[in-house]
Structures are given as C-alpha cells and as structure tokens.
C-alpha cells in the first residue's frame, strides 16, 4: 500500500484528498504545514508526496527543495490557479509534476499513479538518477535539469517534447499507444488529440536529425500500434 504524505493547509481540500486517497487504498498522512511536513518525512520517509505550494509556515517549494536535499521521493505540486512561475520553479526544483486548483480528486489520484508507474512503483528510491545515458550512447539525459543530448549536443525542446522523450528514455524497446503518451506527458490529455503526438513526435525528430542526422530513427513508428525509443 503506498504511503503518502499529504502536505494542505485547506481543510476542505484536504479532507477531500484524504477520503479520495484512502478509497483508492493509499495509506494518507496529513500535515498542514511545511514544519510538520518535514518532521513526517524525516520519521517515515513516504513513497509519494503531494506538496501544496502555499503553506502558513514556509511555502510548498522550500518544502520540496529541504526533502530533495535528501530523497528521490516523487512529489506532485497542488498550486493555485495563477501560480505559473510557483509550478514552473516546482519543477525545475525537483517536482514530477504539478495540478492546478481546483482539482478533482480522480484527476490528482491517476496523476499519483501514472507518477508511481513511472517511477517504478513505491520503494525504488524513486524515478531519478541525476544524469543518465541512456546504454546506445547518443542520447543522454539530465534529469535534474530536465534537458536531453544528443551527441553532446543539448537538444532544445519544449515541455512536452521533453517529457515524451523522457518517457523513452526511461523504457527503451517498449511501444507507447498515443493514449499512454498523451496519458503520461499532458496535464489535460482530453483537450488534445493523438494528431498532437504524431506532430510533437516530429518535431522531436526533426531536432534529433539537426543534432546528429539518423539519430531521429531512434523513435520509430509501430504502424497501428504507437512509437518506440530503440537505441
Ligand atoms: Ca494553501
């Protein structure tokens, strides 16, 4: 049962999380502020925190930056709806992801799961090894700072560019369907269509070919079925 910890000074939503959490069998512990947060993650070190941005105490990115000091431990943001430069450092902070309030609670549970499943599930550490190559060489990653190679060359890609390749990059051989793609790298995967990913898919490859030409057949197309990352 994956232990979360849940970081929310709004009683309201928290209550709403916590009921929507333990109804999907994950084990909650809640604290309201940053202070006590860290004092729960120091004693049980959860597999997953949910880290809301504005706390009384100290706010949710200090939060993030002291337990990153420390764990690899997947942390989603809950932010305001006008916090586009909170989410933005969330992220380049060490968040996996953010959602923007007000939330449903459906949506924050199956951002926790896809989170796990790509992080490799509860217990592993979590997703992040600073920097990895990926074993054929040409492509390399930096997940800290959130930026992917090849060749050495730094490859400048937009978000959702680079949240696709690091869905590749993690799993090398497997084939996505365009709903797994779409399910894993977007915020909002009803508000866009698979045409989006055969687009971003292009672009991808159309700066792969500008770092190092042939590299864009590293992703291939499985006709019918979805794309592959083969190194
Ligand atoms: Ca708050």
Redesign the pocket.
Known sequence: MPRILLV???PAIADTLVYALKTECFEVRHALTGQSALDHFAAESPDFVLL?I??PDMTGLDVCREIRARSQVPILFLTARDGELDRVLGLELGGDDYVTKPFSPREVVARIRAILRRSGGPGNGGAAAAAADDGGGLLSLDEAGMRVACSGRPLDLTAHEYKLLLIFIRQPNRVFTRDQLLDQAWEDPGAVTDRTIDAHIKTIRAKLRQAHPGSEELIQTRRGLGYAYVP
């Open positions: 929310e000074d709004e809301d504005g706390l």
